[in-house]
């Protein structure tokens, strides 16, 4: 129903920036909150972080709050991921998700449509 495809993942140095981007497409954007989530081989998909449809709320887990922030422009169809101080164990591939919830956008199971995910590789 909705298309999510993430950009802007690489290899960067600890403590550098990095920003993702997801495109939508094939929904109606703007009536979506919308999620960050990353996984590494072996380990449980892990909440980063999500924004309500309307941009009313927005949530982070506990280890990335402070440093990195998610934004949207639903003019654009976008949302973003800006990290800062990124550190090895920000490591992942990191995974954009629709949601057609407006509550607990923290659980993978509120999220109907998910992205191929792209890598994000941070060196010491």
């Not at 941009?55 to 440093?67: F, L, M």
């Amino acid at each position: 129903q909705v298309t999510l495809v993430e950009s802007g993942g690489g290899l960067v140095q600890a403590g550098a920036s990095l920003r993702l981007s997801c495109a939508a497409s094939g929904g109606t954007f703007s009536s979506f909150s919308m999620g960050w989530f990353r996984q590494t081989p072996g380990k449980e998909r892990e909440f980063v972080a999500a924004i309500t449809r309307g941009d009313v709320y927005t949530y982070y887990a506990d280890s990335v709050k402070g440093r990195f922030t998610i934004s949207r422009d639903d003019a654009k169809k976008m949302v973003y991921l800006q990290m800062e101080k990124v550190q090895p164990e920000d490591t992942a591939v990191y995974y954009c998700a629709a949601s057609d919830a407006f509550y607990y956008i923290d659980r993978d199971s509120a999220y109907i449509s998910w992205g191929q995910g792209t890598q994000v590789t941070a060196s010491s």
